[in-house]
C-alpha cells in the first residue's frame, strides 16, 4: 500500500489538477473570466503545497489510504442502520458588494443540488450509458444547512488559493466544528492564469483549522455542479483521469483510465487509453449538465472515510 499512495504523490507533484500550477497569481490588472475551459479545480496544487510545508501529511495520508483499502476488502459497507448518512453545512460567505453576498435560496440550491446528486436524483442520469449505468452509485448522503456566516471585506477583491478566506485574521471567517460540519466558503473571485479556479477542497489528512471546501461565488447555485466535484475531493476521490496519464490510477476499480481531463460535453464513446471515458462522473472536467453520476468503486472509498476507524467517522456517529 505505500509504493501505491507513493505513486499517487509523485503524480500529486508532476501532474496538478489541470496543467502547470503557479500560486503566485497577480493580485493586479488580471482579466477575470467565467469560463469553465480554465484551471477548474485546484485540490491537487493545495495538496501538493500542503505536502511541502507539513512532511508529516504523507504519513497520515498513508494511513488513510491504507485504512480505505482495509475497507474495501472487508466488503462490509454498511455503515450506519438507515444506510444514510446527514452531513450538516456551515457556509461562509465572504463578499466585498453585495451581489456577491449570496441569498439563502442561491446557497439552499446548491444544497439540494447536492443531495440530486449524491441520492440518485440527478436531471441527467436517464443520459448515462449502459456501459456505466451498470456500475452507479447511490451515495446515501444529504446535506442540511447548518448555519450562514457572512462577512463583508470591502478591500479583498480577489482571492488566492492559500487558505486565508478561511481565517478572520485575514479577513475570512474561522472554521466551525469540521469534525462534525462541513465548511464551505464562498469568496468573490479566485483568478488563475486569465480565468478563474472554480474551487478547491482539503482532502482528509489535513489540519482541521483549514479543513473544507472553497467555492468561486459566480460557481454556487442549483444548476453547477463544482460543490458535488469539490466535496467528492474533500470525501477522499481522486479526479477520475487520475491526474496523469494511461496508467495512472485513480484507486477506483470501476472508473476506466483516461488519458486526460474531459472538457466541453463529449459524445459517448470518447475513447482514450483503449476504452471508452466516463465523461459523465462528477470527478471529470466536462460541463455540469454533463455530469451525473458516481460509481459503486467511488462510494465505498467515500464511505471508507465514514467507517471506524476513518477520517470522518465522527460525522457518522
Known amino acids: 500500500m505505500r509504493k501505491l499512495f507513493l505513486s499517487l504523490l509523485v503524480v500529486a507533484f508532476a501532474f496538478t489538477s489541470c496543467e502547470n500550477s503557479n500560486e503566485d497569481v497577480s493580485?493586479?490588472?488580471?482579466?477575470?473570466?467565467?469560463?469553465?475551459?480554465?484551471?477548474?479545480?485546484?485540490?491537487?496544487?493545495?495538496?501538493?503545497?500542503?505536502?511541502?510545508?507539513?512532511p508529516t501529511l504523507y504519513g497520515k495520508m498513508d494511513a488513510i489510504e491504507q485504512q480505505t483499502k482495509d475497507y474495501i476488502a472487508r466488503g462490509d459497507f454498511n455503515r450506519l442502520v438507515d444506510g444514510k448518512i446527514e452531513i450538516p453545512v456551515v457556509f461562509h460567505v465572504i463578499y466585498r458588494t453585495s451581489s456577491e453576498n449570496l441569498s439563502l435560496s442561491t446557497l439552499q440550491g446548491q444544497i439540494d443540488a447536492l443531495n440530486e446528486d449524491f441520492n440518485l436524483q440527478n436531471p441527467g442520469r436517464n443520459t448515462i450509458p449502459s456501459e456505466f449505468a451498470a456500475v452507479e452509485a447511490n451515495i446515501d448522503i444529504n446535506f442540511v444547512i447548518e448555519d450562514v456566516i457572512r462577512v463583508q471585506n470591502t478591500k479583498?477583491?480577489?482571492?488566492?488559493?492559500?487558505?486565508?478566506?478561511?481565517?478572520?485574521?485575514?479577513?475570512?471567517?474561522?472554521?466551525?466544528n469540521p469534525q462534525e460540519f462541513l465548511n464551505i466558503w464562498i469568496v468573490n473571485s479566485m483568478p488563475y492564469q486569465g480565468g478563474q479556479i472554480l474551487g478547491y477542497a482539503q482532502f482528509p489528512g489535513g489540519s482541521w483549522t483549514t479543513d473544507g471546501v472553497v467555492l468561486g461565488?459566480?460557481?454556487?447555485?442549483?444548476?453547477?455542479?463544482?460543490?458535488?466535484?469539490?466535496?467528492?475531493?474533500?470525501?477522499?476521490?481522486?479526479?477520475?483521469?487520475?491526474?496523469?496519464?494511461?496508467?495512472?490510477d485513480d484507486f477506483v476499480a470501476d472508473t476506466p483510465e483516461s488519458d486526460a481531463p474531459n472538457r466541453g460535453c463529449p459524445s459517448y464513446p470518447d475513447v482514450s487509453c483503449g476504452s471508452a471515458d466516463m465523461t459523465m462522473n462528477f470527478m471529470d472536467y466536462t460541463n455540469d449538465v454533463c455530469l451525473n453520476m458516481f460509481t459503486n468503486g467511488q462510494k465505498a472509498r467515500m464511505d471508507a472515510v465514514f467507517a471506524t476507524g476513518g477520517f470522518r467517522a465522527t460525522m457518522a456517529d
Not at 488580471?30 to 496544487?45: A, H, L, P
Not at 492559500?162 to 485575514?170: A, L, P, T, W, Y
Open 217 to 248: 461565488a459566480n460557481f454556487v447555485g442549483g444548476t453547477d455542479r463544482t460543490a458535488t466535484h469539490e466535496v467528492g475531493h474533500w470525501l477522499n476521490l481522486r479526479h477520475i483521469w487520475g491526474d496523469g496519464g494511461c496508467g495512472v
Open 27 to 54: 493580485e493586479d490588472n488580471v482579466t477575470i473570466s467565467n469560463s469553465k475551459n480554465q484551471k477548474q479545480c485546484f485540490s491537487m496544487d493545495v495538496l501538493e503545497r500542503n505536502l511541502e510545508k507539513d
Open 156 to 176: 479583498k477583491r480577489r482571492w488566492r488559493p492559500n487558505d486565508d478566506m478561511k481565517k478572520s485574521s485575514k479577513g475570512g471567517s474561522d472554521v466551525v
